[in-house]
């Protein structure tokens, strides 16, 4: 069984800066996708960021594009979503998630943590 803990979220104030981790462990194929979802009160829950861990290829949502990084260590069986010069819309609650296959598009997704709430003020 897949599990995913998430941790790193808090509060800052907006321009400020934030770092993600999940850790995913149960599963056992050797590259897999893992990623970052968010849902903010009132809205449905978006793509933030992804990454496929077999080659390094990561995907983005337009609205964080340039401002968000994902990572893994494979070694720590992480993921992490370092995100820059943060805005009160990037206040969620952030989801780590991952798929074993089938690709890395948002809607393959089917493996969530219990989510970190990140507020910007």
């Known amino acids: 069984q897949v599990q995913l803990v998430e941790s790193g979220g808090g509060s800052v104030q907006a321009g400020g800066s934030l770092r993600l981790s999940c850790v995913v462990s149960?599963?056992?194929?050797?590259?897999?996708?893992m990623g970052w979802f968010r849902q903010a009160p009132g809205k449905e829950r978006e793509g933030v960021a992804a990454?496929?861990?077999?080659?390094?290829?990561?995907y983005y949502g337009d609205s964080v594009k340039g401002r968000f990084t994902i990572s893994h260590d494979s070694a720590k069986n992480t993921v992490y979503l370092q995100m820059h010069s943060l805005k009160p819309e990037d206040t969620a609650m952030y989801y780590c998630?991952?798929?074993?296959?089938?690709?890395?598009?948002?809607?393959?997704?089917?493996?969530w943590g219990q989510g970190t709430q990140v507020t910007v003020s």
């Open positions: 149960g599963y056992t194929y050797s590259s897999i996708c």
């Open positions: 998630a991952a798929v074993m296959y089938g690709g890395c598009a948002w809607s393959n997704f089917g493996n």
């Open positions: 990454i496929y861990t077999g080659d390094d290829m990561t």
